[in-house]
C-alpha cells in the first residue's frame, strides 16, 4: 500500500517564475491538505481540498492555488515566486472524519533564486 | 502563525534514558497529534490523542493531555540513536477540517 507521494522531491525556479507541485493521496484517503515549512519552523496550514473543493485555507495569499482531481491526487500551484517562498512544501492525506491522522509524503523542496 | 510551543527546542541525552517533550497551544481542541521529521523530510505521525483522553500509549511512546492547562508531553522512554529527529505536537481544532496548527518542534538528539 503505497503512503502519500510527492513529486518532485527537489525543485529550483526563477523569481517571477509558476510552479506546480503534485500528490497523490495514501489509499482509501479523500482529503488533501497541503503545508508550508520554512527552514527551522513547524508547517504552516496553506488549504485543504475535499471533493475537488478547497474547504479551508490558512493565511496564504492568492498566489497560493491548488487543485484536486477525481481520484483525489492533488496540485499545489504558486506563481510569482517571491524568494520567501523557498521551503519544503509537505502534503498531508487524511480520510473524512471527526478524529482523523493525518499521513505526509516525504515533500518537495523549492528553492527559490 | 504558531499555536503550539514546544518545550524545550532543543534536548540532547544519552542512549537508554527517556526523553519528554513538552506543547502548549491556544485554543480549544479535537484531538492533538505528535509528528516525527528526520533530516526535514516528510512528517511520520507517531500518535493522536482526543481531547476527551488523558492518557495514551503506543509502543515506547507515552502522550499525556491536559486540556485545562492547554498542554501536553510526549514520553519517548528507552532512547535509541534512531529517535534522534525533531518532534512538533500539532492541533486539530476542526475534527480535521481546518487543518493541523504546529509547533515549532523539538530537536532530540541521542547521543550513542
Known amino acids: 500500500d503505497a503512503g502519500v507521494t510527492q513529486s518532485p522531491t527537489h525543485l529550483i525556479k526563477t523569481r517571477g517564475q509558476q510552479v506546480t507541485l503534485r500528490c497523490s493521496p495514501k489509499?482509501?484517503?479523500?482529503?488533501v491538505s497541503w503545508y508550508q515549512q520554512a527552514l527551522g519552523q513547524g508547517p504552516q496550514f496553506i488549504f485543504q481540498?475535499?471533493?475537488?473543493?478547497?474547504?479551508q485555507r490558512g493565511n496564504f495569499p492568492d498566489r497560493f492555488s491548488g487543485h484536486q482531481f477525481p481520484n483525489y491526487s492533488s496540485e499545489l500551484n504558486v506563481n510569482a515566486l517571491l524568494l520567501g517562498d523557498s521551503a519544503l512544501y509537505l502534503c498531508?492525506?487524511?480520510?473524512?472524519?471527526?478524529?482523523?491522522?493525518?499521513?505526509f509524503g516525504q515533500g518537495t523542496r523549492l528553492t527559490v533564486v | 502563525s504558531q499555536q503550539g510551543e514546544e518545550d524545550p527546542q532543543a534536548l540532547s541525552i544519552q542512549e537508554g534514558e527517556n526523553a519528554t517533550m513538552n506543547c502548549s497551544y491556544k485554543?480549544?481542541?479535537?484531538?492533538l497529534q505528535w509528528y516525527r521529521q528526520n533530516s526535514g523530510r516528510g512528517l511520520v505521525h507517531l500518535i493522536l490523542?482526543?481531547?476527551?483522553?488523558r492518557e495514551k500509549h503506543s509502543g515506547r511512546l507515552r502522550v499525556t493531555l491536559d486540556t485545562s492547562k492547554k498542554s501536553s508531553s510526549l514520553l519517548i522512554t528507552a532512547s535509541r540513536a534512531a529517535d534522534t529527529a525533531s518532534y512538533f505536537c500539532?492541533?486539530?481544532?476542526?475534527?480535521?477540517?481546518?487543518?493541523?496548527?504546529f509547533g515549532k518542534g523539538t530537536h532530540l538528539i541521542i547521543q550513542p
Open positions: 498531508a492525506s487524511s480520510s473524512t472524519g471527526v478524529y482523523t491522522e493525518a499521513f
Open positions: 489509499s482509501g484517503h479523500d482529503t
Open positions: 481540498y475535499y471533493e475537488e473543493e478547497e474547504r
Open positions: 485554543t480549544s481542541i479535537n484531538n
Open positions: 490523542i482526543r481531547s476527551n483522553e
Open positions: 500539532a492541533t486539530d481544532a476542526g475534527g480535521g477540517a481546518d487543518g493541523l496548527t
